[in-house]
């Protein structure tokens, strides 16, 4: 065995042994587990829907394009029938 399988084995027997001794122990390993993957999703999400991310600017920028485009088409789409 190398030194990083030693070294995760060995806090998981430590991890193991804990849960064994004290049955406290589980329960907060699993609400640790929920609130790290809240955290997880909280930071996926502002990272994707922040409005100063780098995807959303472009993003609001091709909407505001295409609608830019429509309003000057029906513009002068409606100066011609004059």
Aim: hydrophobic letters at 45%; proline letters at 4%.
């Amino acid at each position: 065995m190398n030194v990083v399988t030693l070294t995760w084995f060995t806090i998981g027997a430590c991890i193991l042994y804990a849960v064994a001794l004290d049955d406290y122990i589980f329960p907060w390993l699993v609400l640790q587990s929920k609130l790290l993957k809240v955290w997880s999703e909280r930071q996926w999400y502002r990272i994707r829907y922040h409005p100063e991310s780098p995807w959303v600017r472009h993003e609001i920028l091709k909407n505001a394009d295409k609608l830019a485009k429509e309003l000057i088409k029906e513009r002068d789409g409606s100066g011609h029938n004059h």
